[in-house]
Every structure is written in C-alpha cells, then in structure tokens.
C-alpha cells in the first residue's frame, strides 16, 4: 500500500530544519515495507489534503507565517474535511499559531487564524521564551526532548500534546505543552521533533502501519535513539541537579 506525505510550505515554514521531520517519517515507512510517495506544496499551489495520509508544516518567520495563514484561509474546509478522515497534520514550531482562533501580535493587533480549534495566540513585540524542554505525554511511554525559542504564547489549550516535566509550556503557569485533538498534533518543540525523538515518529509510523493493514514491526535501534537517550539523561540531571 502507498502511504502519501505532504511537506506544506516547505520553503516558507523551515525555519529549524523541519524537512527532517518528513525524512525522518519516508525513512521509517520504508523500512516497514511501505511504498512511501512524498509532496511538497506552497503558496498558490493546488492542493486536495484528503489525498494524504500525513502532512507536517513548520517553524517561519512572522513575515513567512502571515503569508501561510493567507493562503491557507481559502483552504480551511478542505483542510478541516481532511482531519475529520482522520489525516494526520504536524504542525510545529509557531507554525501551530494558525489553526487557532486568533493571534495577537506584539503591538496588540487581532487577526483572525483558521479558527479550526479554540486556543488563541499572543505574540511578544519584546521578549523571546527559550529553553531547553522535557515533556510527557499520555499519548508516548516515553519523554520528549526538544528546544523552545518563541516570541509566541497559546491561551485556551484544552487537550496539550505534552505535560512540561523541565522547561516552559504554553504560556506562563500553563503546565502543558502544545496541543492535539483528534488527527491534530502540535507543538512548539523545535529540534526537530521528530528526529529528536524517534519513539514519537514511531507513534505515527504505527498509526499509518495500522491504516495500511499491514503488522507494525519495531525498527532496530539507530544513531537517533543513541542521540535521544544521551540528551534525555543531560538534560534531566541539569534540570534536576
């Protein structure tokens, strides 16, 4: 079975390297034995969502992230038809800003996001929030790791991706950590994500093994894995010293 994969707005919304969350997902399907097809689509481009099983978008400029919610606001049935199929979208970095209901920039300007969930954005005109983070999920046996540097925080998170063990969440006194529901994930964790954490690609992969009706088969350990329990450990004995 052919599993489809979209980077949207590949050359807009990169700012951390986050093509390597898409190299990450061809390279684990492949080695279950899927036949991997991959799409890159940006501004103006034609697009149907529903024809794939799993798209990503990252980190921009603010700049980068008004032209994105530009184009995609025509988008957005199609967009919310193909997260009622149950095709999954990652959304990371401030990239999670624009399926809110609204931003508020750093001079107190309101505009409006695809209002596709109910949490909100309020950007800083002044200060940056950056921290190395340790999160839990109920979704994951295991922690993440990841790096947070964001002018942005979210109010009115319902469902957070992560509980924040070690760093910054959300918003200030906020213990979560982006935001999911249903075929929805996001998170402000740069890294990125998925190559940091091989597990929560695995998370995915499993999903999409399970859809293809095919047996999920656990990959054997890699230089990723090495990496995420070498910074697991670093990070926790310098948070918890």
């Known amino acids: 079975m052919k599993i489809r994969l979209l980077h949207l707005y590949d050359d807009l919304l990169n700012l951390y390297g986050e093509y390597a969350n898409l190299s990450a997902m061809e390279r684990a399907l492949s080695e279950q034995g ?12 034609e697009v149907n ?7 990503t978008l990252g980190a ?8 994105a919610l530009a184009d995609l606001l025509p988008r957005k049935e199609g967009l919310s038809t193909a997260l009622a199929e149950g095709r999954f979208l ?19 300007r309101v505009e409006p996001a ?7 954005t309020k950007v800083s005109g ?13 979704l994951l046996e295991e922690p993440c790791v990841g790096f947070m540097n ?30 999911f529901e249903g075929s929805f994930f996001g998170t402000q ?12 690609a695995s998370f995915f992969v499993k999903k999409l093994t399970e859809k293809a009706g095919i047996p999920y088969r656990e990959p054997t350990p890699g230089y990723e894995r090495a990496a995420y329990e070498a910074t697991l450990k670093a990070l926790c004995e310098r948070f918890e010293k």
């Open 90 to 108: 990652l959304a990371t970095g401030n990239s999670l800003s624009l399926f809110g209901e609204k931003i508020t920039d750093g001079e107190g």
């Open 189 to 200: 964790l740069t890294g990125p994500v998925l190559i940091k954490n091989p597990h929560f």
């Open 60 to 67: 921009g400029t603010e700049k980068a992230l008004k032209r």
């Open 126 to 138: 002044s200060e940056r929030r950056l921290s190395d983070e340790v999160c839990q999920s109920d």
């Open 114 to 120: 695809l209002g596709l969930f109910s949490y909100e």
């Open 34 to 45: 899927l036949e991997v097809e991959t799409d890159r689509k940006s501004l103006g481009d």
């Open 150 to 179: 964001t002018a942005q925080s979210l109010y009115g998170v319902k469902t957070p991706l992560f509980r924040v063990r070690h760093g910054l969440g959300n918003s200030t006194d906020d213990g979560g950590e982006g935001f």
């Open 49 to 55: 969502f529903s024809e794939y099983d799993w798209i």
